[in-house]
């Protein structure tokens, strides 16, 4: 494939346009259509215009093209470490302006993405690193002198401890890979939303020992049949109340379930998980499905790995729906919804 200069290619077919005006005048000169001083006139005239026109031709293809000039020098700058530079090229007609523009929000995306990824491998080595640690101090302090059976089972038995805690965080971490790459799917079926809280509630009472007595039922929903994945939405309550009873020690957590929006408006349905805590603060919100973000009051271990919340909101997002979290309005506690469209 051929690339040509677009300046040149406009400038040649401009030329090319005149030289054809040209052969017609030299034509209607030969043919005796024009004779004596018509025809030099004619032909000084044409060859004037010609001459004027291929000059302004090239000038204006020059200018039409500057900005992508531009525009490419400014892009091949960028690279991952400078994903802060934007363009800047002087767009100044509608079509370069909107192209510029595209081109800023694209590497607004990068640069959060890039961001993301990056903090995200940071956290994972420090998570890593710490039953790593864990462990490697065990086995030194086992190794530097003889031991009794007993010590050494003990030793063992914490070694086992933290080498449980690195699986459930790879494990955790490889689904929430998978999920968000679209490996995983949900498989849905039809199925009652207020059965699914009430098993929620059942379960996690039977095997949280601080959520006895604590939690709640609230089912508003009609009962009518939604179609989702059970057993998705029973993980995803399941770490949206171990994470409300985390961070509520003393006071109910409440499971609810409702049509629509939460209002009663609307397909669909929600369920909800509400405490009585001290709440998030107001800066957190807007990072509490990040993972392994660390706050005094952040709810992002539900699981015990710092992935709990992020897990949850992927299960939403598989689902078309969406989760979100709040503090409770007038009273203390939060507030995490989840909405499934219907």
């Known amino acids: 494939m051929i690339r040509r200069s677009l300046s040149r290619t406009l400038a040649i077919r401009f030329a090319g346009t005149y030289a054809v005006g040209l052969l017609i005048v030299g034509w209607w000169i030969e043919s005796g259509v ?28 020059a200018s039409a093209v500057r900005p992508v000039r531009e525009i490419t020098e400014h892009a091949a700058q960028v690279a991952a470490g400078t994903l802060d530079r934007r363009i800047t090229a002087h767009a100044d007609v509608e079509e370069y302006a909107g192209l510029v523009s595209v081109l800023n929000a694209m590497l607004d995306r990068l640069q959060r993405a890039f961001e993301t990824q990056r903090r995200f ?30 010590e050494y089972r003990a030793t063992l038995r914490s070694t086992l401890e933290e080498t449980d805690r690195l699986t459930a965080l790879v ?14 799917v949900p498989h849905q079926a039809t199925v009652d939303p207020n ?20 939690l709640r039922a609230d089912l508003s929903h009609p009962g009518t049949p939604v179609v989702l994945d059970p057993q998705l939405v029973s993980r995803l309550l399941d770490e949206l109340i171990e994470n409300a009873v985390r961070y509520a020690p003393d006071g109910p957590v409440t499971v609810s379930t409702a049509a629509g929006d939460g209002e ?37 271990r539900g699981s015990g790995t710092g992935l709990g919340l992020p897990i949850a909101a992927a299960i939403a997002q598989m689902h078309g729906g969406t989760l979100t979290a709040r503090n409770r309005p007038g009273a203390k506690g939060a507030r995490l919804e989840l909405f499934l469209p219907g």
Do not use: C
């Open 264 to 300: 009663g408006a609307g397909k669909g349905v929600s369920f909800t998980v509400e405490d009585s805590g001290p709440g998030i603060a107001e800066s957190d919100l807007p990072h509490v499905f990040d993972p392994f973000y660390r706050a005094d009051q952040v709810r992002s």
């Open 171 to 184: 494990t955790a971490l490889l689904w929430l890979t998978r999920a968000r790459g679209g490996v995983e």
């Open 34 to 61: 024009m004779r004596g001083r018509d025809f030099a006139l004619v032909l000084a005239v044409v060859i004037l215009l010609a001459g004027a026109t291929f000059w302004g031709a090239g000038r204006l293809a």
């Open 195 to 214: 059965a699914v809280a009430r098993e929620a509630v059942i379960r996690n009472a039977a095997r949280l020992p601080a959520a006895v007595g604590r």
């Open 121 to 150: 491998a940071a956290d994972v080595s420090h998570e890593l690193r710490s039953p790593l640690a864990a462990i490697q101090g065990e086995v030194e302090v086992a190794l530097r002198k003889e031991r009794s059976p007993e």
